[in-house]
């Protein structure tokens, strides 16, 4: 167990729909970054809260979106879902702002849009 | 631009055989950072070993070891005696400060081990 939780692990849905994925991050880390694992894309930084704030921004679509909670704990939301969304989506946490000393990931939630 | 490559898409070994994934990165930074990660097939990425661009000194873990090399540019993984437990997918990834002062972490594309019995 890394510490990470990511929930649910599996999620189904429909085109057109919008989900929610849920991260608590590591004990005492401050950052949640978010990536999206697809096929033919590999791991794709999405984005990155410290302590509430957004930190980072790389190639999260519009129809996405984030946030990280006064408790630390952080949620992606994903809407107008498409096929091409079928992914793994993980969540990972460091202990400070910088992602110079590595993450530790949760076990993701498999996204399937049908 | 700030890239990681791993040529080799997917290696299979018999147990005990030693293996080397390979790793070539592009950056036009003089501080960064080079990481490996493995992913077994539950899923979960676990991360094995962090390294600076100013510490070339090769390093061993166990079974692991890593051999850096700045003039060509590569992060290299070994493996000893390999078991069954190190199939996996084993990914590459290079952080380096971009133009707004945040770090971006890229990943290469991943390498996938079978180690066979």
């Known amino acids: 167990d890394s510490g990470v939780t990511q929930t649910p692990k599996h999620l189904i849905t429909a085109t057109g729909q919008r989900v929610t994925l849920r991260c608590s991050p590591r004990?005492?880390?401050?950052?949640v970054y978010w990536y999206q694992q697809s096929l033919d894309q590999g791991l794709q930084f999405l984005i990155q809260y410290y302590n509430g704030e957004e930190r980072a921004k790389g190639n999260i679509l519009e129809r996405f979106s984030a946030q990280q909670f006064p408790d630390l704990h952080s949620e992606l939301n994903l809407s107008s879902l498409e096929l091409g969304d079928s992914a793994l989506y993980f969540c990972a946490s460091s202990r400070g702002a910088s992602a110079n000393y590595g993450y530790t990931f949760g076990s993701g939630t498999r996204l399937t849009v049908v | 631009a700030q890239k990681v490559t791993q040529a080799q898409t997917e290696i299979s070994v018999v147990e005990k055989e030693d293996v080397t994934l390979d790793c070539v990165y592009e950056t036009r930074d003089t501080t960064y950072y080079l990481f490996w990660y493995k992913q077994p097939p539950s899923g979960e990425l676990v991360f094995l070993i962090r390294?600076?661009?100013?510490?070339?000194q090769n390093e061993i873990s166990g079974r692991y070891s890593w051999n850096f090399q700045k003039s060509t540019s590569s992060f290299n993984f070994t493996i000893t005696a390999s078991q069954v437990v190190d199939s996996a997918v084993y990914f590459c990834a290079l952080s380096e400060e971009n133009s707004g002062g945040y770090q971006k972490v890229t990943f290469g594309t991943g390498t996938k081990l079978q180690v066979i019995p």
């Open positions: 004990s005492g880390d401050l950052s």
């Open positions: 390294r600076n661009s100013f510490d070339e």
